[in-house]
């Protein structure tokens, strides 16, 4: 079966331009996870979802960050105003449910020029 | 401090080695335990996932926890070539779903 995918697998924008991410979680999975990976770090959270609402989005580093996830499945992760400080891997993860494994897709890596 | 400390590496190893990857942490929350592989350009793939202290074993892979001592573990038996990657351990307090605090990785070469 498929797992999680992400699009696009690259992108690179200007500072100050506005960039959305999405996320195609697998099938049937309810819980939906955004993550952070600069270079040579593991992945920092972000933000996740249950259904279609943020259950915790504690780790968005400010409000230029918003995501969605309008009819519980697909999600697409939004910046406004990119900085270049926000190049970095966004990683995309499903569950099951809220404590199974998460699943991570390859993500997309941003890169702010 | 970081809450989780993993050893950067680079880890080069001759292939059939014993490999032993560590992690320590502060947050005595914590009470799963997880070892991530991550290839380049790819996402994290799960090994190992377990709940409080004790050993666990999957085939060439062994994770321990040992709680009393915030260490963690994670042993590769017979290492080959196709092992060569991130290792990365991550962990979460039980409850928020699966929001995980990972360490940085441990880069892994295993070389013929």
């Known amino acids: 079966g498929a797992g999680v995918s992400q699009t696009p697998s690259n992108k690179v924008t200007e500072k100050g331009k506005y960039v959305e991410l999405r996320c195609d979680p697998i099938s049937g999975h309810t819980a939906l996870y955004w993550y952070r990976q600069s270079l040579g770090q593991g992945p920092e959270f972000l933000i996740y979802f249950q259904g279609t609402g943020a259950a915790d989005d504690s780790g968005l580093p400010n409000d230029r960050f918003f995501a969605v996830r309008p009819e519980g499945s697909v999600s697409t992760l939004k910046i406004q105003r990119t900085e270049r400080g926000d190049s970095a891997v966004y990683l995309c993860?499903?569950?099951?449910?809220?404590?199974?494994?998460?699943?991570f897709g390859n993500g997309t890596r941003l890169t702010v020029t | 401090q970081k809450e989780v400390e993993q050893d950067p590496g680079p880890l080069s190893v001759p292939e059939g080695a014993i490999v032993s990857l560590n992690c320590t942490y502060s947050n005595s929350a914590f009470q799963y335990f997880m070892w991530y592989r991550q290839y380049s350009r790819k996402g994290p793939e799960l090994l190992m996932y377990?709940?409080?202290?004790g050993n666990k074993e999957d085939g060439r892979f062994t994770a321990q926890v040992d709680k009393s001592s915030k260490y963690i573990s994670l042993f590769i038996r017979d290492s080959q070539p196709s092992d060569s990657a991130t290792y990365l351990c991550a962990m979460k307090a039980a409850g928020g779903g699966n929001k995980l605090t990972f360490g940085t990785g441990t880069q892994l070469k295993v070389e013929l």
């Open positions: 377990t709940y409080s202290s």
């Open positions: 993860a499903s569950s099951a449910g809220l404590n199974s494994p998460l699943h």
